[in-house]
T-cell receptor, first 116, second 111 residues
Framework: NAGVTQTPKFQVLKTGQSMTLQCAQD?????MYWYRQDPGMGLRLIYY???????DKGEVPNGYNVSRLNKREFSLRLESAAPSQTSVYFC???????????????FGPGTRLLVL | SQQGEEDPQALSIQEGENATMNCSYK?????LQWYRQNSGRGLVHLIL?????REKHSGRLRVTLDTSKKSSSLLITASRAADTASYFC???????????FGTGTRLTVIP
């Protein structure tokens, strides 16, 4: 089991460029999440997908779009990157059916994005 | 947002000492969780305490929850150098499913 995987690990973009961050989980989890982590601010939820076929905005969705491609994969797209989107992005998953562990989230290793 | 706040922001102790971190939050919760993040890595779940629980243990970890004060504490006993990491509390609001994270405590355990 690889758990939650993310690609790429590191990316440098110029302002206005677009890119897609990929996330996949092999734990058969229903729910998936995208967070960003900035210094001194903890993690903030960008978008989440409670189940395959659904997506919802989190705390900081502006400038991002998501796609729940299938149960395994949840991608995050920046259509026109801005320096304010320089951050570390984490994908996570959870299984609402998972008994006592249903509210536990499992995190990927992160993608470090620098927008110049 | 009901993002929690951890206190202190940074803590440095000698190996073998106990480390205590505190978390405060703003609204009613379903549960509160603690996560650890090693430098440059993702977060790892440590322990979950529900709103109707007051204390929970897991190995060298002890978590307390005081819903009247909207606060929680994480105690790590007999700390080890490998415990060096950032620790985050995260809350699940009553009726919601999403986690709201605090700003974290950076713990350094000196060998």
């Amino acid at each position: 089991n690889a758990g939650v995987t993310q690609t790429p690990k590191f990316q440098v973009l110029k302002t206005g460029q677009s890119m897609t961050l990929q996330c996949a989980q092999d734990m058969n989890h229903n729910s998936m999440y995208w967070y960003r982590q900035d210094p001194g601010m903890g993690l903030r939820l960008i978008y989440y997908s409670a189940s395959e076929g659904t997506t919802d905005k989190g705390e900081v969705p502006n400038g991002y779009n998501v796609s729940r491609l299938n149960k395994r994969e949840f991608s995050l797209r920046l259509e026109s990157a801005a320096p304010s989107q320089t951050s570390v992005y984490f994908c996570a998953s959870s299984d609402p059916r998972g008994g006592n562990l249903k509210e536990t989230q499992y995190f990927g290793p992160g993608t470090r994005l620098l927008v110049l | 947002s009901q993002q929690g706040e951890e206190d202190p922001q940074a803590l440095s102790i000698q190996e073998g000492e106990n480390a205590t971190m505190n978390c405060s939050y703003k609204t009613s919760i379903n549960n509160l969780q603690w996560y650890r993040q090693n430098s440059g890595r993702g977060l790892v779940h440590l322990i979950l305490i529900r709103s109707n629980e007051r204390e929970k243990h897991s190995g060298r970890l002890r978590v307390t929850l005081d819903t009247s004060k909207k606060s929680s504490s994480l105690l790590i006993t007999a700390s080890r150098a490998a415990d060096t990491a950032s620790y985050f509390c995260a809350t699940v609001e009553t009726g919601a499913n999403n986690l709201f994270f605090g700003t974290g405590t950076r713990l350094t355990v000196i060998p």
